[in-house]
């Protein structure tokens, strides 16, 4: 069973500050609704502070629709846009074309809702320290942990800017009236200020969460957040060492390697499935793999750092639900009739050939990523070359399991991680698009593992490459039908290659690929000259100009000269 805090509920108001959808973020001037002093004067209010920062992440579809669904799967050559047809969703169907402009009402809310979360940090942060001396009831060592979630939070936040922006306005403190105009910060002092909040927050916090804090920080997230900073920020100084975008940042593989050691080495974790384990759901009893994407699998042993998500039947903005099952899954099926009938989802997301054929021949994990027709030809011909017999293409409805059409599926396949029950979504609460209660997964274990055998891979450690590799293609083996070999483990010496390949087929769809290909470098190579599915469009991936989307123009605009676009822009 999940436990929030306290629902995400948003008490930012409380703290002297509101935003409407469309209001600037960075430059915006903050509006009383309190006297400030009559707040952050308990223990209670510190609760109430940092609950405000939490709730950012499920806050307007942010984290799952626009950074993990358009900006880190469609941007990139995991997933068309989908959708009813090429006209859906104007600017997602730019954004899959890249052509979107800074315009475009895709980048506000990445932009703003991460820096919201930033300002209420900073605000916490600089408040929450003096609690314990106005209120005899405080607990000062909870009050540094609180302190600790919010340093966590903050580079959090500060990472998906920095990998979605590039060099953005560094705001560390509360700011005064002459500094909300702000300007771009040299990468290398985004990457030192996350490493410094990391390093901070690590010895404070909790090796592991109760029931009470299942959604809370702990010292195996901030490990692993910070293991990927170094991770992204080595791959920039390697693949762009001349590029000022990317100046004075440094390879720092070992410690990449070895911060990911640490929460493997914790025990706290496990890849689930890895010894063959089944588990009930609404699917009935499945993998492991399959489990983590389930509503059961919320919280699982695999989970590094999710969003709680719940359906709590609030709707649109008040609601803390996901909405990525309704972008995503399946937009029609065949009824008891066999006629062709809307399912209430929209279709978006849809994985592309160049993804499917990612997949070794009998890989487990390609069901639980991708739904494809039985009657689909690629299926024989060789050129996926899936087992038919394995494939999984229906959708739970109001009244059982219907078979799924993909005629209006660009590619002619839909996305299948993201799934819930009938009854624990549309058959529930409001039906509001928003309400979907699965989580959204933010650092997995398995990426984790990955981070360390890629880590491993560039340090020259060919032994530890092989062995966080094979973890990973050990658990996707052990989720076959007893006797499975695939995928087999890898010998001999590891290539970058494979770890690339393997991060993609197991990360798939979840908001990686994008970003990853970008900090390889590998960006234009797989991007441009693609043809999108849905009407033939060849993209023009342009170097120098598309590794970061634009920064939304009304913040250039307020910004009064400081805050500029890169090139391209």
Not at 128 to 142: E, G, R, Y
Not at 213 to 226: C, D, E, M, S, Y
Not at 276 to 282: A, I, L, Q, V
Not at 375 to 399: E, F, H, W, Y
């Amino acid at each position: 069973m999940k436990t929030y805090i306290n629902k995400f509920i948003i008490i930012s108001m409380l703290i002297g500050f509101t935003f409407s959808c469309k209001d600037e973020w960075v430059d915006v001037a903050p509006i009383a609704t309190e006297n400030e002093a009559s707040f952050y004067l308990t223990q209670s209010d510190a609760e109430q502070a940092v609950t405000a920062v939490y709730a950012q992440l499920a806050y307007m579809t942010t984290w799952d629709r626009q950074i993990q669904m358009l900006l880190g799967s469609i941007a990139s050559d995991d997933a068309d846009a989908g959708g009813e047809d090429q006209t859906d969703v104007v600017i997602y169907q730019d954004l899959d074309r890249l052509t979107h402009l800074p315009t475009s009402d895709v980048f506000p809310n990445p932009f703003g809702i991460l820096y919201k979360a930033i300002m209420l940090a900073n605000k916490a942060l600089d408040k929450l320290p003096n609690i314990p001396n106005v209120d005899p009831q405080a607990n000062p060592a909870l009050i540094n942990q609180r302190i600790a979630e919010l340093k966590f939070l903050r580079a959090l936040n500060y990472f998906y800017l920095t990998i979605i922006f590039g060099e953005v306005p560094l705001v560390d403190h509360v700011l005064g009236a002459s500094e909300y105009q702000q300007s771009r910060s040299p990468m290398r002092n985004l990457f030192d200020f996350m490493e410094k909040d990391l390093k901070e927050a690590i010895p404070v916090l909790p090796l592991t969460r109760d029931a009470q804090n299942i959604g809370r920080a702990t010292k195996g997230a901030a490990q692993a957040l910070l293991a990927k900073i170094y991770l992204f920020e080595s791959s920039y100084a390697k693949n762009y060492p001349s590029d000022p975008r990317f100046a004075n940042l440094r390879e720092r593989w070992g410690e990449a390697l070895s911060t990911a050691e640490e929460v493997i080495n914790s025990g706290v974790y496990k890849l689930v499935g890895i010894d063959g384990e089944r588990y009930n759901t609404f699917m009935g009893p499945v993998d492991g793999f399959r489990f983590i994407f389930t509503t059961s699998g919320d919280n699982s042993a695999e989970s590094v750092f999710e969003v709680q998500n719940i359906n709590d039947g609030m709707n649109w903005l008040q609601s803390r639900g996901s909405s990525i099952i309704n972008w995503s899954a399946a937009r029609y099926y065949y009824d008891k009739n066999g006629a062709k009938t809307k399912t209430s989802y929209w279709g978006f997301n849809t994985p592309r050939e160049e993804l499917a054929k990612e997949f070794e021949t009998g890989d487990p994990r390609f069901f639980t990523t991708i739904h494809i027709s039985r009657n689909d030809p690629r299926l024989t011909n060789g050129t996926i070359n899936q087992p038919v017999a394995k494939v999984n293409d229906s959708i739970n409805m109001a009244d059982g399991w219907y078979r799924i059409n993909y005629e209006n599926s660009p590619t002619g396949m839909y996305q299948a991680k993201f799934e819930v029950a009938w009854s624990e979504f549309k058959g529930s609460g409001t039906g509001a698009w928003d309400e979907a209660p699965i989580n959204t997964k933010i650092i997995r274990y398995a990426d984790v593992v990955l981070i360390a055998a890629e880590a491993a891979v560039m340090a020259g450690n060919n032994a530890k490459a092989l062995q966080y590799i094979n973890m990973i293609r050990k658990r996707a083996r052990m989720c076959g039908d007893p006797g499975n070999t695939v995928p087999a483990d890898l010998t001999g010496t590891v290539t970058l290659d494979q770890v690339k390949r393997e991060r993609r087929v197991e990360l798939a769809l979840e908001g990686h690929r994008f970003f990853d290909l970008v900090r390889w470098r590998d960006a234009e190579a797989k991007l441009d000259g693609m043809v999108r599915a849905a009407d033939g469009y060849v993209i023009d991936y342009i170097p120098g100009k598309h590794e970061f989307f634009p920064i939304p123009q009304r913040e250039i605009d307020l910004s009064k000269g400081k805050l500029k676009q890169y090139e391209g822009w």
